[in-house]
């Protein structure tokens, strides 16, 4: 039968060059004023009205609240960027974003001595997002992955789904009843 | 060729909505040679406008006016304020709809002679009886197209529907095949054949699912008898002292108020809408809202007992590929209290896409638990349980008493609490449903909770006596002989089957009688 290529299409912007994999789903990014870079550069976003390293904690939060090991971190860093804007237009939003963060990293501290952003282990991690699961930051945050992370079409391939099929005739000539195996 | 009717018209029949009952309704009027004008509150989006998007087309023609749940249902929980998964457009909930099209079995239309009472249950027998109901579904399938029907042949089995039938012959269910469906298996009545692009929901891009958008209206308005106006929310009906209804107010495209005189008028808003437009109507005559002395309009609020069985195999399925709806096991629909409840339930197939099953699996779910679980969406078959829920008085459509629209009227709050057979019969369908795919070797299956209810059903309820409900026989307010209501919020109960079918059937029944009484004088 007709299966999906997961396989990553590599050939813009030299994606996976001198990449080293990060390690228990830490992500690894570089933090300079109003800019994340991705490891090794494959892509960057600008940071304007959250603090820089709030914007990393978001990522870190998103690939903690979803983890899969197959996507990226742009796909995470793409479903949480909208944020910024969102602060620079609503204050509120930027209080609840900045505030929800602060006390994440209060419960990191006094746990780890060390911002959620730098706890070494998702197991860790993912205990300190169940103290806050029921506030507004993790709360807006997730309700906002489930659309922003998988709503996204360059996501789905990875995991073996194809998406729109009306432009190409649907399935009738494309594997519609091939499972082989039942 | 759509006849343009002056607002001042008092000899029109308004239809409100345009969905399977008022889009179906309203042709047929036409065809009847009676001059009709059906308010749509949705817009007209052709089947060109219609994409192969999850999120896309939810934003396009979902009906997401402010609502507010109550009761301890998971809907209330998990989506506060979308109670339904409804459609706002010209069509209807019939753009949306998978296309199962099944009879009522003769047992559903007497629940309370063959079930008894049941404590809590607010049962009530219908005032018709499948025979009175036949030649309408003859006509109904006939017009919708529906396979295995009028020597239509079935819809090939997509994968998805490949391993349900594996997993039901192993149980030994005898009666699972690709269904009745109103989707064409050939080319048919102008319309071409299926070919199984998926996203059934979105609205069909080949024309093959039938929908009154494109099935009806356009046959309707070619007649020049029938003017559809979208954008046309109406927000009261109004009548003279006699009681009589006299025409309606909506608001236009541009937030316009407009009254519309008419003849007769028959609500098709779907269960939520409808009760809620009787109720915004009240007036010194009917202080407790139009056509409600019964106290049952909004009462009795069903939404079928539902659920569904997600199962991950070690193999692919591609669930996604083909029609959503491919398949049905019907075996569990009859009646049988030996398993625990009375009334019965479906198991048909049904697959969501990716963005759709990350917010439907397990809503609120996160963590490694559910992305492993994404993770297995190649791997993944799927069926959604439908069966029959029990009416309870106080499972209601209200008005707000607070909350406001865009219009300033009570937004509908939707009060649901599952009964206790209810609960057993899904119990029960999950237990099943995992059956079916542990047996062709699933490594992992999910009892995924409601999604937001689509078969909204019984809040207009008919009755033989004018105490128990809102309509008589044909639809007709006990308390209005020109008022009429035409959707799925007649259902005295609900039955086990999609209720489609019923609702074109009792629209096309209610049309001859429209007819017949406007020809006879009498209305």
């Given at each position: 039968m ?23 789903g ?11 870079t ?26 903690d ?20 804007e969102q ?9 609840m ?10 419960l ?11 706890v ?10 169940r ?52 | ?9 008092d000899?029109v ?14 042709t ?22 219609f994409?192969?998007d999850?999120w ?12 507010t749940?109550?009761?301890n ?6 989506f ?9 457009a ?8 998978a ?7 003769e ?5 309370l ?22 030649p309408y ?7 919708m ?9 079935g ?8 391993v ?7 149980l ?46 356009p046959?309707?308005e ?8 979208a ?46 437009l009787l ?19 909004g009462?009795?609020?069903?939404r ?13 399925v591609?669930?996604y ?13 009859g ?10 339930y ?34 993944m078959?799927?069926m ?19 909350e406001r ?17 209810d ?9 099943q ?9 699933a490594?992992r299956?999910?009892?995924?909770p ?8 019984g809040?207009?309820?008919?009755s ?30 609900g ?29």
């Open positions: 007709r299966v999906v290529d997961r396989r990553t299409q590599v050939s813009r912007r030299g994606f996976l060059k001198g990449g080293s994999a990060a390690t228990a830490l992500v690894v990014l570089s933090v300079s004023s109003g800019m994340i991705g490891p090794t550069g494959a892509w960057a976003i600008s940071v304007v009205n959250l603090q820089t390293a709030t914007m990393q904690t978001l990522i870190q939060m998103a690939r609240i979803y983890p899969h090991d197959r996507l990226a971190d742009r796909f995470y860093a793409a479903a949480v960027a909208g944020y910024d602060a620079g237009s609503d204050p509120a939003v930027k209080e974003i900045e505030s929800g963060v602060a006390d994440l990293d209060g990191a501290e006094a746990r780890h001595a060390r911002r959620y952003a730098e070494g282990w998702e197991a860790e991690r993912v205990a300190l997002l103290e806050i699961e029921e506030g507004a930051l993790f709360r807006t945050l997730r309700s906002g992955l489930v659309v922003g992370l998988y709503n996204n079409p360059e996501v789905w391939p990875k995991f073996g789904y194809e998406g729109a099929s009306a432009e190409q005739g649907g399935y009738l000539e494309r594997g519609f009843d091939d499972i082989d195996w039942v | 060729m759509s006849a343009p009717y002056d607002l001042n018209d000899s029949v308004v239809v409100i909505g345009s969905g399977a009952g008022g889009g179906t309704l309203g047929e009027l036409a065809l009847k040679g009676i001059d009709t004008v059906v308010l749509e509150a949705g817009g007209r989006h052709e089947i060109e406008d994409s192969n999850e896309g087309m939810f934003g396009q023609i979902s009906w997401l006016d402010m609502r749940t109550s009761g249902w998971r809907v209330a929980r998990d506060p304020n979308l109670p339904a998964w409804i459609v706002k010209v069509g209807g909930s019939t753009v949306h709809w296309g199962a099209s099944l009879r009522f079995q047992h559903e239309f007497k629940d002679s063959v079930y008894g009472e049941v404590a809590g249950a607010n049962l009530l027998d219908w005032p018709i009886a499948l025979s009175d109901l036949e579904y003859d006509k109904a399938e006939d017009r197209g529906v396979t295995r029907t009028h020597d239509i042949p819809l090939p089995g997509n994968n998805n529907f490949k349900m039938k594996a997993g039901a012959d192993k030994g269910y005898r009666r699972c095949s690709t269904g009745r469906m109103a989707i064409n298996s050939r080319p048919r009545h102008d319309r071409a054949a299926c070919q199984q692009i998926g996203f059934c929901f979105q609205g069909c891009k080949s024309a093959a699912k039938w929908s009154t958008l494109y099935a009806e209206i046959k309707g070619a007649t020049g008898k029938l003017e559809v106006r954008q046309a929310q109406v927000l009261r009906i109004e009548h003279d002292d006699t009681g009589k209804v006299t025409g309606v107010v909506y608001a236009d495209a541009e937030g316009n108020q407009q009254r519309q005189k008419a003849r007769i008028v028959c609500v098709a808003g779907n269960s939520i809408e409808s009760p809620r109720l915004n109507s009240a007036s010194s005559l009917f202080p407790d809202g139009l056509a409600n002395s019964s106290g049952q309009v009462k009795n609020y069903m079928h007992m539902t659920g569904s069985v997600y199962a991950i195999f070690d193999r692919p591609n669930m590929r083909g029609t959503t709806m491919a398949g049905i096991i019907e075996d569990e629909a009646y049988d209290p030996s398993r625990g409840f009375v009334g019965g479906e198991m048909e197939t049904l697959s969501l896409g990716l963005p759709f099953m990350a917010a439907f699996l397990d809503p609120g779910a996160w963590g490694r638990e559910f992305t492993s679980a994404m993770e297995g969406y190649d791997r078959a799927g959604w349980l439908v069966g029959e829920d029990m009416p309870q008085e106080s499972n209601a459509v209200a008005l707000h008493p607070t629209d865009q219009y300033g009227l009570p937004v509908p709050n939707v009060h649901f609490d599952d009964h206790p057979n609960i057993a019969m899904r119990d029960h369908a999950y237990r449903g995992a059956a079916i795919y542990d047996a062709v070797g490594v299956t999910f009892p995924t409601p999604y937001p209810s689509t078969h909204n059903l809040t207009n309820r008919m033989e006596r004018s105490r128990d409900g809102v309509v008589n026989r044909w639809g007709q307010a006990h308390d209005v002989a020109n008022l009429f209501v035409s959707d799925g919020s007649q259902f005295t109960t039955g086990a089957e999609n209720p489609t079918l019923t609702i074109v059937a009792l629209a096309l029944r209610q049309a001859d009688y429209i007819a017949e009484q406007m020809q006879s004088g009498v209305l």
